[in-house]
């Protein structure tokens, strides 16, 4: 039978390019948010986190930026390189004092060279 | 690496059995955390323990039970598998119950 999967927004750079990666988070209570790259096969890798009393965070080559008044949630990247190419996941903390991380449903990043 | 260790890499069973996935945290987290990824649900939380206590529950199934043992390792047991229950099982640790989870590599179920 046909199988049933997720459809993922996908993202398509060009290599050098900067990318953004968007995700609409639904609990306007959560504290917490997380951005991880999944590469094929792999487990989630963390990327960088925020929480809700800040609105900007950099890393390397990483920003996140928080909208609270939009539940919005972005991930930049900067000079986008092959190696960059996965899903990108956010995650929020549900669960208030007690993590308990909600996954979106990922973003395909394809970063062609 | 994010230093969470699990094992099996993969397993292959069949409907009716029992299996056990192992997963170690990264050193001096206390906090245990169980997901499963299948291709029509994305990833999923399962349970979480702290420190030995069981914290917080997701969506696990009742055929479905973890623990976390004294030396901080925890195991997720999955019973009476059935077809469905093919998917990636991911343990993550994290220093405490508030801080970033970095995960493990995964275990791939399969079910026969």
């Known amino acids: 039978g046909e199988s049933v999967g997720l459809h993922l927004p996908t993202l398509s750079v060009q290599e050098g390019d900067n990318s953004i990666i968007n995700c609409a988070y639904s609990n306007s209570a959560s504290d917490y948010f997380i951005w991880y790259k999944q590469e094929s096969g792999k487990g989630p890798q963390f990327i960088i986190d925020?929480?809700?009393?800040?609105d900007k965070r950099q890393g390397q080559r990483v920003t996140v930026l928080l909208n609270k008044t939009v539940k919005h949630l972005s991930l930049q990247i900067a000079a986008t390189q092959p190696g960059d190419s996965a899903v990108y996941f956010c995650?929020?903390?549900?669960?208030?004092?007690?993590?308990?991380?909600?996954f979106g449903k990922g973003t395909l990043l394809t970063v062609n060279p | 690496d994010s230093g969470v260790t699990q094992t099996p890499k993969h397993l292959i069973t069949a409907t009716g059995q029992r299996v056990t996935l192992r997963c170690s945290p990264r050193?001096?987290?206390?906090?245990v955390y169980w997901y499963q990824q299948s291709l029509d649900q994305g990833l999923q939380f399962l349970i979480q323990y702290y420190n030995g206590e069981e914290r917080a529950k997701g969506n696990i199934l009742e055929r479905f039970s973890a623990q976390q043992f004294p030396d901080l390792h925890s195991e997720l047991n999955l019973s009476s598998l059935e077809l469905g229950d093919s998917a990636l099982y991911f343990c993550?640790?994290?220093?405490?119950?508030?801080?970033?989870?970095?995960f493990g590599p995964g275990t791939r179920l399969t079910v026969l």
């Open positions: 995650a929020e903390n549900s669960g208030g004092s007690n993590y308990k991380l909600t």
């Open positions: 050193s001096g987290d206390l906090s």
């Open positions: 925020i929480r809700s009393n800040m």
């Open positions: 993550a640790s994290s220093v405490n119950t508030h801080n970033a989870q970095y």
